[in-house]
């Protein structure tokens, strides 16, 4: 029998005794966990989810926290002449080894829930709330800005559209961005779908200078 779960915004084909690296969790080498988001069970007779399967999970247990290999990408800011730099990355993962496919009552286990961890969770949890109230009416969309946030318009390419997103996502401060990591800045692009503009536009930067005055 396999399974395919969902994890880290990736889908993995798994069998018990599968070794295999995802995206980083908050779980301490030799923790047991159980990832409950079931897409399809395979076998003798398929269930395909939809999308999940009702009480399926796997359970799997933690070998270590490791990093993925180094990647290099080149940063160059428009219209700032000089200033391109290189950059080097290298992925948080955890190393796990499925121990049990559960076809039902997974959700009775006890067995602890496989959870993103690091700086980037608090920032994607929030995030991707917005994304389930689609359907909201009109008069959401002219929500006011949260009391005492600063006025995120100043940083260069952000508009009140942009800044409406931010504070979606649970950005309200020049000092929040201001201390914003490369994961931090990862998880942003790829929730909004910003391709790379908070470097292209030197948001942190900027935030840095905006926060101090």
């Not at 069998?15 to 995206?23: N, Y």
């Amino acid at each position: 029998m396999f399974a395919v779960l969902k994890t880290g915004g990736k889908q993995y084909r798994v069998q018990a005794g599968d070794t295999l690296r995802v995206e980083k969790l908050a779980a301490d080498a030799g923790e047991t966990i159980q990832f409950n988001e079931i897409l399809m069970l395979g076998g003798d007779s398929p269930v395909v989810g939809a999308p999940l399967i009702d009480g399926a999970g796997v359970q799997a247990e933690v070998i270590d926290q490791v990093k993925g290999e180094k990647l290099i990408h080149f940063v160059k800011r428009r219209r700032k002449h000089g200033s391109q730099r290189t950059k080097g990355h290298r992925q948080k993962l955890t190393l796990i080894k499925v121990t049990d496919i559960l076809t039902s009552g997974a959700d009775k286990t006890g067995v602890k829930a496989a959870v993103g961890a690091g700086s980037v969770s608090s920032v994607a949890v929030e995030a991707a709330k917005p994304a389930k109230k689609a359907a909201a009416p009109k008069a959401a969309e002219k929500a006011e800005a949260p009391a005492g946030a600063d006025d995120l318009k100043k940083l260069s390419g952000v508009g009140p559209a942009l800044e409406k997103k931010l504070h979606a996502a649970g950005v309200t401060s020049f000092a929040q961005i201001a201390a914003w990591t490369e994961a931090d800045v990862a998880a942003i692009d790829e929730q909004l779908s910003f391709k790379g503009r908070i470097e292209r536009e030197g948001w942190i930067e900027q935030a840095k200078e905006l926060a101090k005055g």
